[in-house]
């Protein structure tokens, strides 16, 4: 069965950082892509960032360029989302998900993912 489980969320201050961990266990393929997506309240989910498992190529959305680095363990089957100088607009459930090949390396549409974790909230007080 596959499985993603995301941890790290919490309560931080306006400038101050979190890394997130999403493990993947259950997948069987060499290569596919890992997205970062998050749901503020009273909105729809947002892409954040992808990366691939292969060559670790990575996707950022504009708001968090230059703020947040998504990486991955592979030894580890472990992706992180370290998350710097966050807003209050950060506040949301972050998820993680993946798309399994052929992956089109893209957050833009959550309808191409294949399993989805059950998030972890994160909360940023101004």
């Known amino acids: 069965e596959v499985q993603l489980v995301e941890s790290g969320g919490g309560l931080v201050q306006a400038g101050e950082s979190l890394t997130l961990s999403c493990k993947v266990s259950?997948?069987?393929?060499?290569?596919?892509?890992i997205g970062w997506f998050r749901q503020a309240p009273g909105k729809e989910r947002e892409g954040v960032s992808c990366?691939?498992?292969?060559?670790?190529?990575?996707e950022y959305e504009d708001s968090v360029k230059g703020r947040f680095n998504i990486s991955r363990d592979n030894y580890k089957n472990t992706i992180y989302l370290q998350m710097n100088s966050l807003k209050p607009e950060d506040t949301g459930v972050y998820y993680c998900?993946?798309?399994?090949?052929?992956?089109?390396?893209?957050?833009?549409?959550?309808?191409?993912?294949?399993?989805w974790g059950q998030g972890t909230q994160v909360t940023v007080s101004s």
């Open positions: 998900a993946v798309e399994k090949p052929p992956f089109s390396m893209t957050f833009l549409w959550p309808a191409l993912y294949d399993y």
């Open positions: 259950g997948l069987r393929y060499d290569d596919y892509a």
């Open positions: 990366i691939a498992r292969g060559d670790g190529s990575t």
